[in-house]
């Protein structure tokens, strides 16, 4: 399983990917929504940051890639994505719990 991690915190980021890894059988990483978009895909599984610098959001990356995207966000998807068809966790979201979201969706692409 694929996965890009978009999170402009590199620690933050750090924690992802680790949180992810046992799950993944390869992680890639981007700190923007530019480096996502170009990143070489295709990806089984985005998951990102909902705000990231130079005023983006990961609805860019939606916008520009098709693959399966999950947004980590202090906000409330009510108030930011009500219609966006995408996984929303709201943050701070435990990293075991971020573990289970892979392993589960990794299970679903198998069946």
Not at 22 to 51: H, K, Q, W
């Amino acid at each position: 399983m694929r996965v890009l991690i978009v999170e402009d915190d590199a620690q933050q980021r750090e924690l992802l990917k680790r949180a992810v890894q046992e799950a993944a059988t390869e992680v890639i990483e981007a700190s923007n929504a530019d480096e996502a978009v170009a990143a070489p895909g295709p990806f089984d599984l985005i998951i990102a940051d909902y705000t990231l610098p130079g005023n983006k959001t990961a609805r860019d990356i939606a916008r520009a890639r098709s693959e399966r995207l999950v947004v980590l966000s202090g906000y409330d998807r009510e108030d930011k994505a009500p219609d966006w068809n995408v996984l929303w966790y709201r943050k701070p979201i435990s990293l075991r719990e971020l573990r289970n979201i892979v392993e589960q969706l990794r299970g679903e692409r198998r069946a």
